[in-house]
């Protein structure tokens, strides 16, 4: 695709139900990374993979968030057992190394 | 660890005016830096890129500064617009990992027609 694609674009989930989010990045985009927005705040990183490798997983907050590359290219962020405080817009990007970040639409989760 | 810090938080003003938006960052060992902005409910648009080595860039009204030995940046608007209006973030990129873009909060940019 012409673009970072993410799905779903909304998603509301009950309190301690699992969510997958999906990020198709740019073709051939070596460096991809999740992002946490909260409202009025700026993106805060999650986790960072270069091809299928995750390279760095600092940002995640807690150890029911989940992210996964395993072909180098799709990633999935996975969070089990839903709280409320997880409800945000989740952000991916991909670019190849130093160069211009593309950014999804991003996956507004609200937990209810 | 980077910080980014944005200044003004918000701005409104009337069209027309040429607008300076401000971007401070504490690591000055970045590779690039890169301006995006959001809408709201929506994504990140990129809007221009500045590598290290550059002073500026440039696109259509929009011009960016890059004085890295400072850790300071500047996004130019000239002869503003209603549809100017958005969030202007700055991301420093010094590599992969948590340090890859790092975010401050924001402009929020009110353009009065």
């Known amino acids: 695709g012409a673009g970072v694609s993410q799905s779903p674009r909304y998603k509301v989930a009950k309190r301690g139900q699992d969510v997958a989010l999906r990020c198709d990045p740019i073709?051939?985009?070596?460096?991809l990374f999740w992002y946490q927005q909260a409202l009025g705040q700026g993106p805060e990183f999650l986790t960072y993979?270069?091809?299928?490798?995750?390279?760095?997983k600092s940002g995640l907050p807690s150890d029911r968030f989940f992210a996964e590359r395993p072909e180098g290219s799709v990633s999935t962020l996975k969070i089990q057992r839903t709280q409320q405080e997880d409800s945000a817009v989740y952000l991916c990007?991909?670019?190849?190394?130093?160069?211009?970040?593309?950014f999804g639409q991003g996956t507004r989760l609200t937990v209810v | 660890k980077q910080e980014v810090t944005q200044i003004p938080a918000a701005l409104s003003v009337p069209e027309g005016e040429n607008l300076v938006l401000n971007c401070s960052f504490t690591?000055?060992?970045?590779?690039?830096l890169q301006w995006f902005r959001q809408d709201p409910g929506k994504g990140l648009t990129s809007l221009l890129l500045?590598?290290?080595?550059?002073r500026e860039q440039t696109s259509g009204r929009l011009n960016a500064s890059l004085d890295k030995s400072s850790g300071r940046s500047t996004l130019y608007i000239a002869a503003s617009q209603p549809g100017d209006s958005a969030t202007y973030l700055c991301?420093?990129?010094?590599?992969?990992?948590?340090?890859?873009?790092?975010f401050g909060k924001g402009t929020h940019l009110i353009i009065q027609p």
């Open positions: 990007a991909s670019m190849r190394p130093n160069t211009e970040a593309f």
């Open positions: 073709s051939g985009h070596v460096s």
């Open positions: 993979f270069q091809n299928e490798a995750q390279l760095d």
């Open positions: 690591d000055s060992a970045i590779y690039n």
């Open positions: 500045i590598q290290s080595s550059q």
């Open positions: 991301a420093p990129h010094s590599g992969g990992g948590a340090d890859g873009l790092t």
